[in-house]
Nanobody, 115 residues
Framework: QVQLVESGGGLVQPGGSLRLSCAASGIIFSINIMDWYRQAPGKQREWVATIASGGSTNYADSVKGRFTISRENAKNTMYLQMNSLKPEDTAVYYC?????????WGQGTQVTVSS
């Protein structure tokens, strides 16, 4: 089975930066879409950013200008560079990849923004 392994979460102060990684392993032929979601306690999971196979990106308004999504196709890996972090960014961040029309989710990584 395809596995998505996330890393890079942690505790950071407001205004700080963090970079999340999501690496896919297993039998992979192509990854059409990669994106990031996040979920805070008691809230629904929300979409954060998307990067398509061609490199086009889209961001939620709440993170636009602060977060950057990227991908390294040869390594089947995507990243989320998070700058100017705010307390409201605190959540479990999940990566998602569409691989041969099947959706795969990472295990989630906790990001806590607090003084």
């Amino acid at each position: 089975q395809v596995q998505l392994v996330e890393s890079g979460g942690g505790l950071v102060q407001p205004g700080g930066s963090l970079r999340l990684s999501c690496a896919a392993s297993g039998i992979i032929f192509s990854i059409n879409i990669m994106d990031w979601y996040r979920q805070a306690p008691g809230k629904q999971r929300e979409w954060v950013a998307t990067i398509a196979s061609g490199g086009s990106t889209n961001y939620a308004d709440s993170v636009k200008g602060r977060f950057t999504i990227s991908r390294e196709n040869a390594k089947n890996t995507m990243y989320l560079q998070m700058n100017s972090l705010k307390p409201e960014d605190t959540a479990v961040y999940y990566c998602r990849m569409v691989i041969r029309n099947l959706i795969h989710w990472g295990q989630g990584t906790q990001v806590t923004v607090s003084s």
